[in-house]
C-alpha cells in the first residue's frame, strides 16, 4: 500500500512525481483496495476523462471491478450516447437515474437541490444496492478550488471508503495516460468543454480553472454537485 499522504505532501507530488510513477502509485491503490474490499469496491464513472482513465486503471487491476454511472435527465446527448457505448463496451457498469418529478428549470431557481435531486441521490442508491464500503473516484486536487483539500484515502462517511487514485494526476498526464492507451473519450472534448456535467449548467471556458465552465453565472460556479461533499452513505429505505 503507498504511503498514506497528508495535504502537504500532496501539492508538492503534484510536481514531483513523474507520470510513471504516479501511474504506479494509482494501480498499487486501486489493487491494495480491491485485495481488502474484493467485489465491495466500485468504481464511480461520471463518463467525463478522469472517470474513463480511472475505470480504464481499474480494468487492469481486474476485469471483476464493476462501476457505477449516475445520469439525469439533462444530460447532452453526445453523453448518453457515449454512456451507451460504454455500458455496451462493459456490463457490469450499472446506471443509475432519479427520474422523480421536480419543478420546471429547477437548476436556475435552485441548481443545490437540483444537484441533490438528480445526483446526489441516485449515487446514494447506487451505494446502497451494489453493497459499497470502497468507492473509487477520478477527483485531482488540481482541478480546481473546491478540490484542494481531499486526500486519497478519505472516510468522510462513516462505513464508507473513498479512493481518489489520481489525485494527483495533471489535467495533461490524464490526457497522456487516455492517448497512450488510446482510450475513448466523451466527444464533447473535441468541442472544447474541459468539464462535463448538465447541459444547462456546463459551458465551454477557458483559463487556469478546470471546472470554472460549471454552473457558470451562479454562486455555485466551479463548485460541486454534492456526491463528493455531501454523505452518501445513508439508508435510503429509512
Ligand atoms: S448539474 Fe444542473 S441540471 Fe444537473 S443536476 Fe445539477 S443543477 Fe440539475
Not at 436556475?108 to 447506487?126: E, F, G, S, T, Y
Not at 464500503?133 to 486526500?151: A, I, Q
Not at 473513498?162 to 490524464?174: A, C, G, M, S, T
Amino acid at each position: 500500500m503507498p504511503t498514506q499522504l497528508v495535504k502537504d505532501d500532496i501539492a508538492s507530488l503534484v510536481d514531483g512525481l513523474n507520470f510513471a510513477q504516479k501511474v504506479e502509485r494509482s494501480l498499487d491503490l486501486i489493487n491494495d483496495s480491491f485485495a481488502k474490499f474484493g467485489e465491495r469496491m466500485v468504481v464511480a464513472n461520471s463518463l467525463g476523462k478522469d472517470s474513463v482513465a480511472v475505470w480504464h486503471l481499474a480494468k487492469r487491476v481486474s476485469p471483476r471491478i464493476r462501476g457505477f454511472i449516475v445520469t439525469t435527465r439533462y444530460k447532452p446527448a453526445e453523453t448518453v450516447q457515449f454512456m451507451h457505448e460504454e455500458m455496451a463496451r462493459f456490463p457490469e457498469l450499472k446506471v443509475f437515474r432519479n427520474d422523480d418529478p421536480q419543478p420546471d428549470k429547477l437548476y436556475l431557481a435552485d441548481p443545490d437541490q437540483c444537484c441533490n435531486n438528480l445526483k446526489v441521490q441516485p449515487a446514494r442508491q447506487a451505494i446502497e444496492e451494489m453493497g459499497v464500503d470502497c468507492w473509487v473516484t477520478g477527483l485531482r486536487c488540481t482541478e480546481g478550488r473546491t478540490r484542494t483539500d481531499f486526500l486519497e484515502i478519505e472516510e468522510r462517511d462513516e462505513g464508507l471508503l473513498k479512493l481518489n487514485p489520481i489525485l494527483l494526476w495533471q489535467e495533461r498526464e490524464v490526457w497522456q495516460y487516455l492517448a497512450l492507451h488510446q482510450v475513448s473519450v466523451n466527444p464533447l472534448y473535441a468541442q472544447g468543454y474541459r468539464s462535463l456535467g448538465c447541459a444547462p449548467c456546463t459551458q465551454i471556458t477557458s483559463g487556469p480553472d478546470e471546472r470554472a465552465g460549471r454552473w457558470l453565472g451562479t454562486s455555485k460556479c466551479g463548485g460541486e454537485c454534492g456526491i463528493h461533499t455531501r454523505p452518501l452513505k445513508v439508508s435510503l429505505s429509512a
